[in-house]
């Protein structure tokens, strides 16, 4: 299996651009999050999702948006790129239950200039 | 939502033992502790995680404390490939809320492992 795949890796962006950061796992996990990392910081929480057509804000949604159409996917958009969205960016997914670990993927590290 | 405080950093040489602790003293009893690390450049990936009872997994043994307000993360054998941010995390259970499974991240403990 190859568990959450996220693209792309590497991205640099110029101010008020937008893109979409792609998310999907094969896993058939009803939960989906994405998360942001700063330097030296743990990660917080923007989005999550429980099922195909359910989404909801996390701690920091501020700037993004997300949808989710179908049970593997889970894209993070965000529509007007600003320098405080430079951070690295984490897809991951799970079961429900409260004995069900969280697989993250590898990452995308996103530039702002 | 319960916190946590994990030690800044800790360091280890390799082969032996590390102990990394864990204070949730605002702990619920139905906070379950989830220990999640993060290797240099990737994601976190889950370590260990239990309820009450001490907990003993191929990566790791999980220590908890009979009050349930702390909890020890042990690593029986360091090796290079530990070297990591390591996450305390408290998570409720569907019973006790609606959490949807969402982990909120401190700013964890980094492993330095010595050759």
């Known amino acids: 299996n190859a568990g959450v795949t996220q693209t792309p890796k590497f991205r640099i962006l110029k101010i008020g651009q937008s893109m979409t950061l792609q998310c999907t796992q094969d896993m058939n996990h009803n939960y989906m999050y994405w998360y942001r990392q700063d330097p030296g910081m743990g990660l917080k929480l923007i989005y999550y999702s429980v099922g195909a057509g359910i989404t909801d804000k996390g701690e920091v949604p501020n700037g993004y948006n997300v949808s989710r159409s179908t049970t593997e996917d889970f894209p993070l958009r965000l529509e007007l790129a600003a320098p405080s969205q430079t951070s690295v960016y984490f897809c991951a997914s799970r079961l429900p239950g409260v004995n069900t670990e969280a697989f993250f993927g590898q990452g995308t590290r996103l530039t702002v200039v | ?115």
Not at chain 2, 11 to 38: F, K
Not at chain 2, 86 to 110: D, E, V
Request: aromatic share 6%.
């Open chain 2, 1 to 115: 939502d319960a916190k946590t405080t994990q030690p800044n950093s800790m360091e280890s040489n390799e082969e032996e033992p590390v102990h990394l602790p864990c204070n949730h003293s605002t702990i619920s009893g139905t906070d379950y502790i989830h220990w999640y690390r993060q290797l240099p450049s990737q994601g976190p990936e889950y370590v260990i995680h239990g309820l009450t009872s001490n907990v003993n997994n191929r990566m790791a043994s999980l220590a908890i404390a009979e009050d349930r307000k702390s909890s020890t993360l042990i690593l029986h054998r360091a090796t290079l490939r530990d070297a990591a941010v390591y996450y305390c995390i408290l998570r409720l259970s569907n019973a006790g809320g609606t959490s949807y499974g969402k982990l909120t991240f401190g700013q964890g403990t980094i492993l330095t492992v010595h050759p």
